[in-house]
């Protein structure tokens, strides 16, 4: 069994509670979702059906979720 540090205890109990937004994050959320949007019609105009094109989206749908996590649980 492992002694978990102080830190890493730490770090658990931040990542999940929730956050609620401070000052401007919920206007930063919007833009990065609102960004993250445009970028999801592009592809689905510009690039056909597929396996691909889903794991593009997939993926991209990560990348604002992580981005909005990353302000969210990174400013106090």
């Known amino acids: 069994m492992y002694n978990p540090s102080e830190k890493d205890k730490a770090q658990i109990?931040?990542?999940f509670s929730y956050h609620a937004p401070m000052k401007?994050?919920?206007l930063r959320y919007e833009q990065i979702r609102?960004?993250?949007k445009k970028m999801a019609q592009l592809l689905v105009q510009d690039c056909p059906p597929s396996r691909e094109?889903?794991?593009a989206l997939t993926n991209l749908e990560q990348a604002i979720?992580?981005?909005n996590a990353a302000i969210?649980?990174?400013e106090k």
């Open 53 to 55: 094109l889903s794991l």
């Open 34 to 36: 609102e960004e993250g």
């Open 65 to 67: 979720m992580w981005a």
């Open 72 to 74: 969210a649980r990174n």
């Open 24 to 26: 401007d994050q919920y």
């Open 13 to 15: 109990e931040n990542n």
